[in-house]
């Protein structure tokens, strides 16, 4: 699995940095060493102007959630009240500016206690995965959020990953050293 996700989020990072405007062909040079010619560059962002467009299209109006039936309730503008609390709209641009310029975009929602029942957090698809069975299923198992950090060790910093794993009814947390093969459990304790 570490490989896998390894390999896909170099493949979404290196679509994201095109997006943004690190082309190939501004590292390329002449096949001459003459220093007289001009090597002139150019770089048309369209797949740049093709997000924004669709992202501005897409999201360019609040999202607002409703409820169907014919009785209306106050629960609905309570929750609509906390999206705008959560900064929801946001959030919600960065998670289409990726999805429509790599395909994958993730927008974490972590409970918490006190006036807003919730957050809402963006997290980049490089940094994040939804884990499905391999069975005919294909069932979602967990979602994985990686989070690169460095640590002392001796004299020298030493790059670690923290994978934290949430199931349905469960968080886990496990560092990993990159040098190393097998992850070091530290459980924490479930969410409730």
Request: proline residues 4%; hydrophobic residues 35%; glycine residues 6%.
């Amino acid at each position: 699995m570490e490989n896998a996700f390894i390999d896909n989020a170099n493949k979404v990072h290196a679509n994201y940095e095109i997006y943004k405007g690190a082309h190939k062909v501004l590292a390329k040079e002449r096949p001459y060493g003459d220093d007289s010619h001009i090597n002139n560059k150019v770089v048309d962002q369209y797949l740049w102007e093709m997000v924004n467009f669709k992202c501005g299209y897409i999201y360019g109006n609040p999202l607002e959630f409703a409820e169907k039936g014919t009785e209306k309730t106050d629960e609905m503008k309570a929750f609509n009240n906390y999206l705008v609390e959560s900064d929801f709209r946001g959030k919600m641009d960065s998670v289409a500016e990726w999805v429509y310029a790599t395909g994958v975009g993730y927008l974490f929602v972590e409970p918490q206690k006190g006036e807003v029942p919730f957050k809402t957090i963006f997290l980049s698809s490089d940094r994040a995965a939804k884990v499905y069975s391999s069975y005919l299923d294909g069932e979602p198992l967990f979602d994985l959020i990686v989070t690169p950090i460095k640590k002392q060790v001796d004299s020298d910093f030493v790059d670690y990953y923290i994978l934290s794993i949430y199931t349905a009814d469960r968080y886990y947390e496990f560092e990993y050293n990159i040098g190393l093969s097998q992850a070091n459990p530290q459980p924490t304790a479930g969410i409730e």
